[in-house]
């Protein structure tokens, strides 16, 4: 019996994914939960299993394709019989397609660990999250004077005469004339006489005329919007206002990069974000010295011998006990209950950069983790992440990220908070600076901690005393000793 298999929706709405690589091909036989393809979704690569034992007789998608939610991918010949009822449909479909579906479910993000606080506890139910795309932006503004024909004057002729001129600038002539506002210009002629000047008669006061100058606006290619069709202020600065036409390009000098995958959505939670949440940025320098030498000495360890060991790792220890101790830090908005809902577990952020964009998986309930644990879970989310293996699940449900910006080389940013978290910490290079110890100039290892935060949940104070925790831990890792 030939089945095909739909694309599932992997988690969190999926709409559509791109075929990333196939790992069958028509003739194969293939078994039942064995891994035929890899797509791109707008989170990370996941990877399908095939439902039924059987042969590959098609494939329905080429890889790069994007290909929607239910359509028939591949098709596979099974020894099961073919059993259909008198309108030719598989009496079995929804069990097969029910069968799909729990595949899928694997895959879904999975609720905190048992003894996490979730939104929606006691008894109410979560408020289900919509999934907008939100694009906000600013576009070209355009002139608020539109262009009609030139009136002519009710006294003269609609169009000046001819007047053989050297090719000049604008001519004010000597003469008195009737109206002192009507200037004649030099226009190129029509094809006729391509080599013979034109003077064309233009309407505009000597102020209005310096206003084009000065803007660089050619008075002969507006049409005036004032009395007799005399050129105002207004028309030049909506001319000005118009966009320049785009430069003549030549092969080979722009490459343009279709937006999608996890850029695509990364592109859309930032700008729902930053458009969204009044972020703060708050900045903090630091001397880490202690910190260096505790991650010196924590390698040396037999618990850590196995895991790597960095300053990411204690930065990371020091946000799990602040935020312990300031539990709002940890809370998110829920806009449609107006609530601030405070989480009383940590699902860790940490921003990766990885060749397909920005990814940023958490590490689930990390406040109940040993150190080495948090490093080993450090370690796995990032070489996973690195690798593009990093799945939806892991992505869903952070609470408060770390961005290490210091990987770049540079000492700190202003980042852009995670969509549904109240703050962001970035920790910046570490670095020899002169730095003042007990009074004496001495070269101390130095860092830069910068603390995004949404203004509509976590005030001035509160954020400058996480902050200030995080800082004081850093400085003084046995802090995090008495502060755990």
Do not use: C
């Amino acid at each position: 019996m030939r089945r095909e298999f739909k694309l599932p929706d992997v988690g969190e709405g999926l709409t559509e994914a791109e075929i990333v690589r196939w790992h069958a091909k028509p003739g194969d036989t293939v078994k039942v939960n064995q891994i035929v393809v890899e797509i791109e979704t707008a989170k990370s690569i996941v990877e399908l299993p095939i439902p039924w034992d059987g042969v590959v007789s098609g494939l329905m998608a080429d890889e790069g394709q994007t290909v929607d939610v239910g359509r028939p991918i591949i098709a596979v010949d099974t020894d099961e019989p073919d059993d259909t009822a008198g309108n030719g449909v598989p009496q079995t479909e929804a069990a097969e397609d029910d069968r799909i579906e729990a595949l899928a479910d694997d895959l879904v993000p999975r609720p905190p660990a048992e003894g996490a606080v979730e939104p929606g506890a006691h008894g109410s139910p979560a408020p289900k999250e919509e999934r907008q795309a939100v694009l906000v932006g600013y576009g070209v503004k355009t002139g608020s004077t539109k262009r009609r024909p030139r009136k002519s004057r009710p006294d003269g002729p609609a169009q000046a005469p001819v007047i053989p001129a050297a090719p000049e600038p604008p001519v004010i002539p000597a003469t008195p004339v009737a109206n002192p506002s009507r200037v004649e210009v030099t226009a190129p002629s029509g094809p006729a006489a391509p080599d013979t000047p034109q003077r064309v008669a233009v309407l505009a006061k000597p102020p209005v005329r310096k206003l084009a100058k000065d803007l660089g606006v050619d008075l002969t290619t507006l049409a005036g919007s004032g009395p007799n069709g005399s050129i105002t202020r207004d028309d030049v600065h909506a001319a000005a206002e118009q966009p320049a036409p785009r430069a003549i390009t030549q092969p080979g000098e722009e490459e343009r990069v279709p937006v999608k995958g996890v850029r695509k959505m990364t592109a859309q939670a930032m700008v729902a974000s930053a458009f969204t949440a009044p972020h703060v940025t708050e900045f903090l320098q630091l001397d880490v010295t202690e910190t260096m030498e505790a991650v010196r000495r924590l390698r040396t360890i037999p618990d850590f011998v196995e895991v790597k060991v960095s300053p990411l790792l204690l930065v990371a220890k020091a946000v799990l006990t602040a935020a312990r101790r300031h539990p709002m830090i940890n809370s998110s908005w829920d806009e449609a209950a107006q609530e601030i809902v405070v989480k009383h577990y940590v699902n860790l952020g940490i921003a990766a950069a990885t060749p397909r964009g920005l990814v940023v998986p958490n590490i689930k309930s990390a406040h109940g983790l040993s150190l080495p644990e948090l490093a080993a879970e450090l370690g796995r989310l990032t070489e996973t992440a690195r690798a593009g293996r990093t799945q939806p699940a892991e992505m869903a449900g952070g609470t408060i990220t770390i961005t290490n910006v210091g990987v770049f080389g540079v000492d700190t940013g202003t980042p852009i908070l995670n969509p549904g978290e109240a703050a962001i910490l970035a920790f910046g290079q570490i670095r020899d600076m002169p730095w003042v110890v007990d009074g004496e100039l001495a070269v101390r290892k130095v860092t830069t901690l910068a603390l995004s935060f949404d203004h509509r949940i976590v005030d001035g104070e509160l954020g400058s005393l996480f902050l200030r925790d995080v800082g004081a831990m850093l400085e003084d890792p046995l802090r995090m000793l008495a502060w755990s």
